[in-house]
């Protein structure tokens, strides 16, 4: 009689192969998924952390003008002069009047670049910038005296490439009564025009520290 035997297969059945490369398919896709939330989010702080640096470089530009607004050689320590306040132009040409140098979307800061306690408007001692469509400017020229309401002409600031600057404001804030203190709040919002979903908004309080009035 002869003698058989019979051969067991051992190893995974048809079932569980599937079911082991269905659960490496669910594995590598929620990989796949973490690796491009962790890229998009890396990506996005990237981009925001651009244009808060292209915002700042124009708010810097601004506000370095404006910590020297009122510098003159001839500077004294007596606050509230009543010649500041009799005449301006005369006594105080240095002098930041909010009357007249700020709007929501101007100012202009006046300093003694070259400490010979005259106002030379036509040697860069007097710096305004304006906010007008869309677009910041400085000021090239004034009609008359210079102030926010007397600008004549104007150029476009080159702005860092692909930023947008869709607001400028300034706000004078006047502080206590008899305190002297006095600040201009710059505040600009913009966006990368490759993404102009990302928007930012940054602002800056300046205090003019070189008061005369």
Known sequence: M????????????????????SMGLVVILAATTLFSATVGASSISARMTVLRSDLNIVANMITSDLRRAGYTANATDTFGKVACTSDYET???FAFKASRDITSSCVVARMDSNDNGTLDVNKDEVRGYLFNNQMVHFVTSWNGAPGCSAVNTKEAM???DDLTVNALTFTYQSGATGTGIRSVLVS??????????LKMTISQEVRLRNDDI
């Open 188 to 197: 600009i919002s913009g966006y990368n025009g490759r993404t102009p979903e």
């Open 91 to 93: 006594n105080c040409p």
């Open 158 to 160: 080159a702005l860092p």
């Open 2 to 21: 002869p003698l058989t035997s019979r051969m067991r297969q051992t190893g995974m059945t048809l079932v569980e192969l599937m079911v082991a490369m």
